[in-house]
T-cell receptor
Framework: TQLLEQSPQFLSIQEGENLTVYCNSS?????LQWYRQEPGEGPVLLVT?????EVKKLKRLTFQFGDARKDSSLHITAAQPGDTGLYLC??????????????FGQGTILTVHP | DVKVTQSSRYLVKRTGEKVFLECVQD?????MFWYRQDPGLGLRLIYF???????EKGDIPEGYSVSREKKERFSLILESASTNQTSMYLC????????????FGPGTRLTVL
């Protein structure tokens, strides 16, 4: 069974601060997704990273896939209250036919105070 | 606007009842998924389906079954609900071309008393 360890589990910061969320595994993934979930809603896909070492930017969010495709990070610059939510990483199994079977991390609850 | 809809946002059932959770997607996606979400555990896959009438067990299928009679609809069935099945249930869908990029419904919060 593949596992994804996400840290930290909780993050409470002030508006304007920077933060990084980590997603680590001993397994190799063919791709890794990051989702954000707001209270009362389902997760919404933010980004997919596929290539080892890949970096993708989405406004103030920077996503990186590790060289060995075992880990990923999400960095938010100058956080805003609208960034508040649950952030989830999810890895797709390398090799074989997965039909989209993902392994999810436990999630990071981010609270950004005005 | 593409959508995944779930039949109920909140549901309260009694132990031993049969429970049906319905999910419908309008994106003509081949793949559909049922997850449960519990605090500190992330999302855990219960069952998934990659085609009509096809189903595969996920990581925690015990106590659940599924049905996919039409491409757009995927049902989760709790044959005899138990208190440890109290949880948030999330349905998702994805295309054959991009199976890992999943679109989620708003979830059903099920409480079993």
């Amino acid at each position: 069974t593949q596992l994804l360890e996400q840290s930290p589990q909780f993050l409470s910061i002030q508006e304007g601060e920077n933060l990084t969320v980590y997603c680590n595994s001993s397994s190799v993934f063919s791709s890794l997704q990051w989702y954000r979930q707001e209270p009362g809603e389902g997760p919404v896909l933010l980004v997919t990273v596929v290539t080892g070492g890949e970096v993708k930017k989405l406004k103030r969010l920077t996503f990186q896939f590790g060289d060995a495709r075992k880990d990923s990070s999400l960095h938010i610059t100058a956080a805003q209250p609208g960034d508040t939510g649950l952030y989830l990483c999810a890895g797709a199994n390398a090799g074989g036919t997965s039909y989209g079977k993902l392994t999810f991390g436990q999630g990071t609850i981010l609270t950004v105070h005005p | 606007d593409v959508k995944v809809t779930q039949s109920s946002r909140y549901l309260v059932k009694r132990t031993g009842e049969k429970v049906f959770l319905e999910c419908v997607q309008d994106m003509d996606h081949e793949n559909m998924f049922w997850y449960r979400q519990d605090p500190g555990l992330g999302l855990r896959l219960i069952y998934f389906s990659y085609d009509v009438k096809m189903k595969e067990k996920g990581d925690i299928p015990e106590g659940y079954s599924v049905s996919r009679e039409k491409k757009e609809r995927f049902s989760l069935i709790l044959e005899s609900a138990s208190t440890n099945q109290t949880s948030m249930y999330l349905c998702a869908s994805s295309s054959f071309e991009r199976p890992n990029e999943q679109f989620f419904g708003p979830g059903t919060r099920l409480t079993v008393l």
